[in-house]
């Protein structure tokens, strides 16, 4: 009988695998079935871009060449009509001005379901620092000299987006400004291209990740190319005059490193580069951008800059505008409707072959098979609200806003605040309660979520164990308004206008709000209008009485802490002699008041380092740390200033900002002091925290070629690196010098070169590094 069970069971068990193998099978075969099919319903819904573009007539290839307003469309419809019949009829490239995602679906069924090919419009929008949860704007974030942190933020903004229905972002925006006047500085990473490119590729991979098409990301597009931040007087739009040396060595290496980032789409500029448009430009567009760079994305223009080629001066008619601008590399035109209305007349006339109107197209519908759009057009309007209240996107801000804020003065250790101390804080001024303001102009102009004011931040932070009093102050308004105020889209609005005798009573009001309390928080700086697009200044003083009322609010004796909301360096002389302590937040987008509260009061310790040089006033500008030297060194005692009424130094270098502890940078070595031309150096460098408290500073690297086939800047910054150290910690920095930092194009020699020369080499907390050692390269 044992012998029989233990056939029987050898049997049961044989019996038991040979089933489990047949089913196996049968699971694998099924899945293999269930792969092939999905596989051809794939191809069928995602088509091959040669063969879709095969089928497409002219008109329909051009207009896919075409970017259509969703709103401000009346010279659009004067033109060729209403959008939304060219887009039944032919299709669309895209659409922009258009955000809400109902609207935005009835625009795509109009695509899908009406036009021949039923080619899906990519909607594009100026997500420049989030969507719904608004990060600090670009400035801000480059203050942080944290890459990752830049990444993280567009990577939840490009999410937020994404699940609104927007797949194309026209940012990151990194056009070098060495001009505060110039209002488009708060949309870049300031001064220095070695930073610059270091945010660009930061923004880059955060908008668009590793690849078109990563999930929950979306396209992203390097504005405006390129030269834009050197118009003539810091004024916005004007003509730009830019040597061919400093383009490639000072304004084209952030593009570079976007492009090189994998950036899909670059947006030409408005002004005229060297008197030759930049949205017409065939050597930015085609010798740069093309055969030098090997871009194979595609080019959009700014908002009607193809059709503005006739107001420059450069095309005859709206015919040579779009034959000039098509000519010249760039692929889509910006709402103004000109190569719909002009570009097949250039083709049927020889001007333009067809294998050029397909080479144009084909990026652009391969972005959007990528995307995925053709799977999935439409917006799950279900799934928006979850995403963009996604709760970590607001711890994200206020590490953001925590990270970015600079300290610029701190005399006897004014800040933190202690609240165990402080009785009574006044919060004063025309921005300390302002909360759309604090998002900036184009966070104002998607979907920003509620954003906490300074005020509230601060009443957040102390609860009801001291007392907050709020005084307004005067009124602040621009003497011209801005073109974007009245938009239905923005949220922000000019601050009403006051009477001589309103702005009396708001002054001694403050006043005496400040006398009643211990200490004063004075909020000043520029609302969302005043900087950004079309809102330059030829001046940087605190405007609308700000000034006034910060000296008045100083007088009243108690301590003063100055918070700046603004876009750009301002003046601030008077404050940097007389102020406890100043921090520039610049627009800290939602979690503004938090997070400043956060540093007012010593809960996250300030480690924002300046993007740019902090002029005195604004007859300084353009200002800029990394330029050649001259027969008269300002470094020299005995020249000691170019102007005979003020220091020429900056109020504030490059790379400065404080922190409420101290560090000592010490052992600066290079791994060679003699090396061949084409070898890369170790640098390094120690550095200690000597203070009683954690925090963070950013360890900078700079050099200097002291000779060679042209003069090189006295300065330029080839390394940083942001570290936090605990009290008495000590931390040895590593930095690489090799062929890529050491080159630049030679003027003389018209091509990339590294010499054979001496270099200088510092290490510091700033520009102005005292730390130094020395190396040669030989041949």
């Known amino acids: 009988m044992s012998c029989r069970r233990q056939e029987f069971l050898s049997f049961f068990v044989r019996s038991i695998i040979v089933r489990s193998i047949i089913v196996r099978s049968i699971i694998v075969r099924s899945i293999i079935v269930l792969f092939l099919i999905q596989s051809v319903l794939f191809a069928q819904t995602r088509p091959n871009a040669q063969e879709l573009l095969r089928q497409m007539t002219l008109e329909e290839k051009i207009a896919q060449l075409s ?135 930061a923004q880059v991979l955060g908008f668009q990740g590793k690849e078109i098409g990563a999930p929950d990301h979306v396209l992203a597009c390097a504005k405006h190319f390129a030269g834009y931040g050197a118009t003539d007087g810091g004024r916005d739009y004007d003509s730009s005059y830019i040597p061919e040396e400093e383009m490639w060595n000072v304004y084209l290496p952030p593009f570079k490193a976007a492009a090189d980032a994998g950036a899909a789409t670059f947006m030409s500029a408005y ?209 011209f308004p801005s073109m974007f105020e009245n938009l239905p889209t923005i949220a922000i609005k000019e601050q009403p206008k006051q009477t001589e005798e309103e702005a009396r009573e708001a002054m001694q009001q403050a006043v005496a709000t400040a006398k009643r309390c211990d200490v004063a928080v004075v909020v000043l700086g520029e609302i969302a209008l005043m900087s950004g697009e079309s809102a330059s200044r030829s001046s940087l003083t605190l405007s609308g009485g700000q000034e006034e009322l910060l000296e008045a609010v100083a007088a009243a004796g108690k301590p003063v802490v100055l918070v700046l909301i603004n876009g750009r360096p301002l003046d601030i002389q008077w404050a940097s002699e007389r102020v406890g302590a100043i921090l520039e937040a610049w627009y800290p987008g939602t979690q503004g008041g938090n997070g400043i509260a956060d540093i007012l009061f010593g809960d996250a310790n300030p480690g924002g380092h300046l993007p740019v040089s902090w002029p005195r006033t604004s007859g300084q500008e353009p200002l800029y740390y990394n330029h050649t030297r001259t027969h008269q060194p300002e470094d020299e005692p005995r020249f000691k200033s170019r102007y005979w009424d003020i220091s020429s130094f900056p109020l504030y270098p490059f790379g400065y900002g404080l922190s409420y502890t101290n560090f000592s940078y010490d052992n600066l070595k290079i791994s060679d002091a003699q090396a061949k031309v084409g070898a890369s150096l170790d640098v390094s460098v120690d550095v200690t925290n000597t203070g009683n408290r954690g925090g963070d500073t950013v360890v900078q690297l700079y050099i200097h070629q002291r000779a060679g086939s042209a003069s090189r800047p006295v300065r330029q910054l080839k390394g940083f690196q942001r570290v936090n150290l605990a009290p008495g910690a000590k931390l040895t920095v590593h930095f690489k010098l090799g062929p890529e930092e050491l080159q630049f194009w030679s003027p003389t020699k018209k091509q990339w070169v590294v010499e054979p020369e001496e270099f200088d080499v510092w290490a510091g907390e700033d520009s102005t590094a005292k730390l130094h050692t020395e190396f040669q390269l030989t041949e």
């Open 271 to 479: 002004m005229d580069l060297n008197e030759v448009p930049a949205s017409g430009n065939h050597w930015l567009l085609h010798d740069v951008l093309r055969d030098a760079w090997h871009f194979n994305g595609f080019v959009v223009s700014d908002a009607f800059a193809v059709r503005s080629l006739i107001t420059h001066g450069y095309a005859r008619d709206g015919e040579d505008a779009a034959y000039k601008a098509f000519s010249a590399g760039l692929n889509m035109d910006m709402a103004s409707g000109t190569y719909l209305k002009y570009l097949a007349a250039e083709v049927k006339s020889g001007r333009i072959s067809e294998r050029e109107i397909d080479d144009a197209v084909l990026p652009i519908l391969e972005a959007k098979i990528r995307l995925g759009l053709f799977e999935h057009p439409f917006i799950d309007e279900s799934r928006i609200e979850k995403v963009l209240n996604n709760p970590e996107h607001m711890e994200v801000a206020r590490t953001a806003v925590q990270r970015s804020v600079v300290l610029l003065r701190n005399q006897q250790n004014t800040l933190p605040l202690d609240k165990g101390k402080i009785r009574s804080i006044a919060v004063i001024g025309p921005l300390a309660d302002a909360e759309v303001d604090l998002d900036g102009m184009w966070g104002a102009l998607n979907k920003p979520a509620p954003t906490v004011s300074v005020v509230q931040g601060i009443r957040n932070k102390v609860g009801d164990s001291v007392h907050v009093e709020f005084a307004h102050g005067p009124n602040i308004r621009r003497d």
């Open 67 to 201: 970017q259509l307003p969703g709103n401000f469309a009346n010279d659009f419809e004067k033109l060729l009509g209403k959008p939304e019949d060219v887009v039944g009829k032919y299709g669309a490239g895209s659409v922009l001005w258009v955000s809400d995602p109902k609207e935005m679906n009835r625009w795509q069924h109009i695509a899908v379901d009406e036009s021949r090919l039923h080619i899906p419009i990519l909607f594009g929008l100026d997500v420049i620092h989030g969507y719904h949860t608004i990060f600090p704007a670009p400035i801000a974030m480059a203050s942080s000299w944290d890459p990752k942190l830049v990444e993280g933020a567009q990577t939840i903004a490009a999410r937020e987006a994404r699940a609104a229905g927007i797949a194309w972002t026209f940012g990151p925006m990194v056009d070098i400004a060495r001009d505060a006047r110039w209002g488009r500085m708060v949309e870049g990473a300031g001064e220095d291209p070695y930073l610059g490119a270091a945010m660009a590729r």
